[in-house]
């Protein structure tokens, strides 16, 4: 894998990973603390969790959904 498109895929791959890992490390680390802590979430800081992992699995859908599509397009160009 040394083409131009395996280069651009590893890439964008390794930006996918990195925007969700920066997205979920601090609700993560929140929900550690308060664990290792034992004090509760107040409802501010649960809606920021909460928040910031739904941003995490919107990222994920909507990379998947365009790369279907992309495979899917690709695809049906081919010569069968």
Request: no cysteine; proline share 4%; hydrophobic share 65%.
């Amino acid at each position: 894998a040394t083409g131009f498109g395996a280069i651009v895929y590893m890439v964008s791959s390794l930006l996918v990973i990195t925007v969700v890992v920066v997205l979920q490390a601090w609700p993560t680390w929140r929900l550690l603390r308060a664990a290792r802590t034992g004090h509760a979430l107040a409802a501010p800081e649960v809606m920021g969790v909460l928040g910031v992992y739904a941003t995490a699995l919107v990222v994920l859908v909507v990379v998947f959904t365009a790369a279907r599509r992309a495979g899917l397009r690709a695809l049906a160009h081919l010569p069968l």
